[in-house]
């Protein structure tokens, strides 16, 4: 075997991961076979040889809670993804970008798999009755009705989050109720078709457990490594049970004073 290089260090050859440049690898490696065993205990339950996926726009939306999923998702074999709002004109985010949507709410293909994001956006978007509508006839098909942090209120104004436990943001959990939920501390929360995540981070989280339902556990392992999804945050803080007690105590307060009318108003027009 030669090296493409005349430079190349003599104990190593070249190869060539899918998606990846290059690199050199000791040739003495030993890349273990696959498990059979494995690949037959993670077969996926949806597999369709195409996976419409649907990802909701609204104005001032949190952009992570898009992307992550969408990193995720669009690398599912067979993914066909449309990005929906209620006109083609750019989608404002909560950091000043903005989002091109793909197509309308009239025009938007039926879905396998509908994602909708939060931010404080998501409180509007569940006053808005084309939201609603369209979220609504997305669930009467698609296979998995998920959210994303505080997108859980939009599916809560739909009528889907009634009987079912739910997450979302931990600042504006307990009004999950709101709409007969049962707020539940899980990071990713599966009743049935309709599945939601708590904040951000937990929306690629629960995009990977969606990708090995279909697709397989393998492929969405592959998917992991990919996109290199490997936390290690500098400090224990990202949840409400280990950050500072009076933190999370004002924030809550502040979420329910900004955000409490707007779903007491969602839910009365729901839970009659």
Known sequence: MTNEHPDAAPLTTRVAPVDAEHVAVPIDVVVPEPDARAEDATLPEHDPAEVQ????????????DLVGPAQVLTRVPGARVEYVA??????PTDTGLSLVPTVTFADATPADVLVV???DGAFD???????????RRQAEDATWITSVCTGA????AAGLLAGKRATTHWAS?????????TPSDERMVDDGSVVTAAGVSAGIDMSLW???????????????????????????AGSAERADARVV????????????ERVAQAAAAVMR
Do not use: H, W
Request: aromatic letters at 8%; hydrophobic letters at 50%; a negative charge.
């Open 53 to 64: 996926i649907a990802f909701l726009l609204f104005p001032d939306l949190t952009i992570l």
């Open 210 to 236: 969606l990708a090995a339902e279909l697709a397989g556990q393998p492929e969405a392992e592959r998917i992991q490594l990919q996109i290199e999804y490997d936390p290690q945050p500098p400090f224990d």
């Open 153 to 156: 209120f939009v599916l809560g």
């Open 125 to 135: 978007a569940m006053l808005d009755p084309e939201v609603i509508a369209f979220v």
């Open 86 to 91: 209620a006109t083609l004109d750019p989608v």
């Open 117 to 119: 994001p939060g931010g």
């Open 173 to 181: 959990k307990p009004m999950l109720a709101a709409f007969g939920a």
């Open 249 to 260: 105590t004002e924030a809550r307060a502040a979420a329910e004073g900004s955000r409490g």
